[in-house]
């Protein structure tokens, strides 16, 4: 078990650029969960999978962001055209749904700062 | 919508006393999970405890407890015997239970907890 993991760790791009973040979930784990948090706040909520499907998406989630899973494995998130207001740490967590434990277990996050 | 509140932004503790962090919660849902989640300086987010509603006994583990008030809503988590790598940022969470599924996390703003040694 090596835990969740996410690409890059840091990302500093410039206001307009679009970038890609990466969570590797635990391998048996059919959910993932991606949250964003922002500097003093708790993590916000942005949308969930279960295997490859798309089951949820806060109203956070605007038109430029977007979310994958293709193969019920790893996911991508994908941030269109950043804004400095995008300036977060994003957050990935993945759980087992139907498993005797509904812990979410968290990677280490991507911290992007749009300049 | 369900909301968390943490009313205490920082809190301080010696080494080896104990200290209680409080939570309330808002919600008309009957069946859900309340959880304290710990984030230490530069680290990832680990669960601490969790506790199912539907349970009227408080969770323990080791040193962390919890006083889960159902009708006050109110989850508070005691930390006895308090280290020095419990320095951390704490967050209340809730999760909502929906025929037999979880949803995602509602996290509070968080504690920042300070030991002193």
């Known amino acids: 078990d090596t835990g969740v993991s996410q690409d890059p760790r840091h990302k500093i791009t410039k206001r307009g650029q679009n970038v890609t973040f990466r969570c590797d979930p635990i391998?048996?784990?059919?959910?993932l969960y991606w949250y964003r948090q922002t500097l003093g706040q708790g993590p916000e909520f942005l949308t969930y999978?279960?295997?490859?499907?798309?089951?949820?998406k806060s109203r956070l989630l605007s038109d430029r962001f977007s979310a994958e899973r293709p193969k019920g494995s790893f996911s991508t998130l994908e941030i269109q055209r950043t804004e400095q207001g995008d300036s977060a740490m994003y957050l990935c967590?993945?759980?087992?749904?139907?498993?005797?434990?509904?812990?979410?277990?968290f990677g280490p996050g991507t911290r992007l700062t749009v300049t | 919508a369900q909301t968390v509140t943490q009313s205490q932004p920082e809190m301080s503790v010696q080494e080896a006393e104990t200290v209680t962090l409080s939570c309330t919660y808002d919600?008309?849902?009957?069946?859900?999970?309340l959880f304290w989640y710990k984030q230490p300086p530069s680290r990832q987010m680990i669960l601490v405890i969790r506790?199912?509603?539907?349970?009227?006994q408080n969770a323990t583990e080791n040193r962390f407890s919890v006083n889960f008030q159902k009708a006050a809503k109110s989850f508070s988590l005691k930390i006895s015997d308090s280290q020095l790598g419990d320095t951390a940022m704490y967050f209340c969470?809730?999760?909502?239970?929906?025929?037999?599924?979880?949803?995602?996390?509602?996290f509070g703003k968080g504690t920042k907890l300070s030991v002193k040694p």
């Open positions: 506790q199912e509603a539907y349970k009227q």
């Open positions: 999978f279960q295997n490859e499907a798309q089951l949820e």
């Open positions: 391998s048996e784990h059919n959910r």
């Open positions: 919600t008309s849902e009957n069946n859900y999970y």
């Open positions: 967590a993945s759980s087992l749904f139907g498993g005797s434990s509904y812990e979410q277990y």
């Open positions: 969470a809730f999760m909502k239970e929906y025929g037999g599924s979880q949803g995602n996390l509602i």
